[in-house]
């Protein structure tokens, strides 16, 4: 099946996250863009467990030549559990090591994307922080990771500024 084609670098690499993870990681349930899913619900948030809710964080630009520009954005992951066992001391080791999942998982995740480059789109990703995110409105756990990377958006240049060599392929070249 062939990729679909867009124009922004945030679908693009959206589409290429996404397959990417589900390769990767398929312990993740739900990959979506972050829409405010684990915030604004009346039961249950509408997605499964684990899930990993992506977006482009922010970006700064710095102009080039002839239309293009150099983009250094943060791309951010959050990671969400819905607990689901006790770590405390009074528990066997193995019910501890289900509700300690979490942080392999997390892991998991930045081992997959720790020096990834969407298949050639962007520079290797490179983690610059991570967080847990405070919950006091319920009991679901969330890990955001960010990651920092670069690219070019050439997608203003001009036709006239793109170069166009013709080469002969049938050339004889002689080296004495």
């Given at each position: 099946?062939?990729?679909?084609?867009?124009?922004?670098?945030?679908?693009?690499?959206?589409?290429?996250l996404?397959?990417?993870l589900?390769?990767q990681?398929?312990e993740?349930?739900y990959?979506?863009?972050?829409l405010?899913?684990?915030?604004?619900?009346?039961?249950s948030?509408?997605?499964?467990?684990?899930?990993?809710?992506?977006?482009?964080?922010?970006t700064?630009f710095?102009?080039?030549?002839?239309l293009?520009?150099?983009?250094?954005?943060?791309?951010?992951?959050?990671?969400?559990?819905?607990?689901f066992?006790n770590?405390s001391?009074?528990?066997?080791?193995a019910?501890?090591?289900?509700?300690?999942?979490?942080?392999?998982?997390?892991?998991?995740?930045?081992?997959?994307?720790?020096?990834?480059?969407?298949d050639?789109l962007?520079?290797?990703?490179?983690?610059?922080?991570?967080?847990?995110?405070?919950?006091?409105e319920?009991?679901?756990?969330?890990?955001?990771?960010?990651?920092?990377?670069?690219?070019?958006?050439?997608?203003?240049?001009?036709?006239?500024?793109?170069?166009?060599v013709?080469m002969e392929?049938?050339?004889?070249?002689?080296?004495?």
């Open positions: 099946m062939a990729e679909q084609e867009f124009l922004s670098f945030e679908a693009t690499f959206f589409e290429r996404v397959a990417y589900k390769e990681v398929p993740l349930q990959l979506n863009w972050d405010g899913q684990l915030e604004n619900y009346e039961i948030p509408p997605v499964a467990w684990p899930c990993a809710l992506i977006d482009i964080d922010d700064n710095t102009d080039q030549l002839q293009v520009q150099e983009a250094n954005t943060v791309v951010m992951i959050r990671i969400g559990f819905n607990p066992s770590t001391n009074l528990q066997p080791a019910v501890r090591a289900k509700g300690n999942y979490y942080w392999e998982l997390e892991q998991k995740v930045y081992k997959a994307l720790q020096g990834w480059d969407a050639g962007c520079s290797p990703l490179t983690r610059i922080r991570k967080v847990k995110e405070r919950r006091e319920d009991s679901f756990r969330v890990r955001v990771l960010l990651f920092a990377t670069r690219y070019d958006d050439d997608s203003a240049m001009k036709e006239s500024y793109k170069l166009q013709p392929l049938d050339a004889e070249i002689d080296i004495d």
